[in-house]
C-alpha cells in the first residue's frame, strides 16, 4: 500500500505516478473537492489508462470517499447550497472522471441533508440513477450496474426515469421545483439496486435468480 501525492495536474502527469497506476490492483481516491479533482486529473494519461483498466480488467478496482466517490459519475455534483434545495440552482453540476456514466453520486447525504440537491441533480438528468451515500457506508458496483450497500448505514436511490411533470428546465434560478413521480429507495447492508433494470433487491442472491 502507498499513497500518491498527487496535487496539482503537473503531478498527475509524473511518469512515476503513471507507472505505480500500471501496477496498482486497486486505487483508493480521497476526499476534498471533486471539482478539483476533475481537475487534476482530466486529460491527463493518468485517467485514460485508468479508466481503460477499469473496463478491460475486471479485477482491478477503483474506489474512492466523499469528494473521491462523487467525481466518478460523468455527470458530477460539484456543489450546492443545501437551505436553498429543491430552489432551480441550488445544483451546480460539472463533469466528473466519467468511470460511471449511468448514475450521479452524492455523499454525506443523510447527514448534511442533501436530499434536495440529488433530487434537483435527477430533476435535470432524469436518466441518471442518483446514488445518496449515508455516513460509513459505500456501494460496490460490479459489472457497471450492480449496486450493492456495504457499512452500518443506509443509501438513498433516487429515480427519475418515470418523471412526469417537470419544471427543472422552464423556470427562473430560486424558482420552487415541482415534480411529479420521482421514485425514492432506501438501501441498508446488503441490499442490491439493479441500474440497468432499474429495481431493488434484498440480497445478491436474489439478484442471481433475475434477470439483471
Known sequence: IGIM???TPADARQPEYLARLLAADVVMFSGGNQSRLREMFGETDFLDTLTRRYYAEPDFV???T???AMAMS????????????LLKGAVKMGIGFSLLPTALIDSHFVKRGRFGRLIEAVALYPK???IGLGEDT???ITDGHLVETIGSNLVIILDGHDIAHNNTAAVKKGTTLSIENIRMHVLAKGNVYCITERKFYVSKDAVANAAC
Open 5 to 7: 501525492d498527487i496535487r
Open 74 to 85: 460523468h455527470h458530477m455534483i460539484r456543489g450546492g447550497s443545501v437551505p436553498d434545495a
Open 62 to 64: 477503483i474506489a474512492g
Open 128 to 130: 441518471l440513477i442518483g
Open 138 to 140: 459505500g456501494v460496490l
Open 66 to 68: 466523499s469528494a473521491g
